[in-house]
Nanobody, 124 residues
Framework: VQLQASGGGLVQAGGSLRLSCAAS????????MGWFRQAPGKEREFVAW????????YYADSVKGRFTISRDNAKNTVYLQMNSLKPEDTAVYYC??????????????????WGQGTLVTVSS
C-alpha cells in the first residue's frame, strides 16, 4: 500500500485543519488505518485509529473530543478532522496502514505501511 498524506499547514490556536491520506496499490478496505504524529525532539505517538469498516474508532486521550478520524473506502482515503487545535498539536502527522482486522492499532509496530508525513503548525 502506498500512502500519501496531505492537508497540513499553519493555523492559529483554536482553528481547524483536515488531513487526508490517499491510499493506492492494494485493497484499502482490508486495512485498519491510523494517524500518528511526531513533534520536534519527541517520539512518534499514536493519535487515532479507524477499523477497516469505518465503524470503530479509537483516540489518544490528548485529542479525544477534538479530533475525528474517518474513512471513505470508495475513495481509498482516510481523514483526520482536527478542531480546537492547540500549540502542542504541532507535529508532523503520519498516516499508516495495518493489515490486521482484529486489533486496535495504537503502536507504531502494528503498522506495515506509512505515508510521508504532513506538517501541522499551530501558532499561539
Amino acid at each position: 500500500v502506498q500512502l500519501q498524506a496531505s492537508g497540513g499547514g499553519l493555523v492559529q490556536a483554536g482553528g481547524s485543519l483536515r488531513l487526508s491520506c490517499a491510499a493506492s496499490g492494494r485493497t484499502f478496505s482490508n486495512y485498519g488505518m491510523g494517524w500518528f504524529r511526531q513533534a520536534p525532539g519527541k517520539e512518534r505517538e499514536f493519535v487515532a485509529w479507524v477499523r477497516w469498516s469505518g465503524i470503530s474508532t479509537y483516540y489518544a486521550d490528548s485529542v479525544k473530543g477534538r479530533f475525528t478520524i474517518s474513512r471513505d473506502n470508495a475513495k481509498n482515503t482516510v481523514y483526520l478532522q482536527m478542531n480546537s487545535l492547540k500549540p502542542e498539536d504541532t507535529a508532523v502527522y503520519y498516516c499508516a496502514a495495518d493489515s490486521s482486522t482484529l486489533r486496535i492499532g495504537v503502536r507504531s509496530d502494528d503498522y506495515e505501511y506509512w505515508g510521508q508525513g504532513t506538517l501541522v503548525t499551530v501558532s499561539s
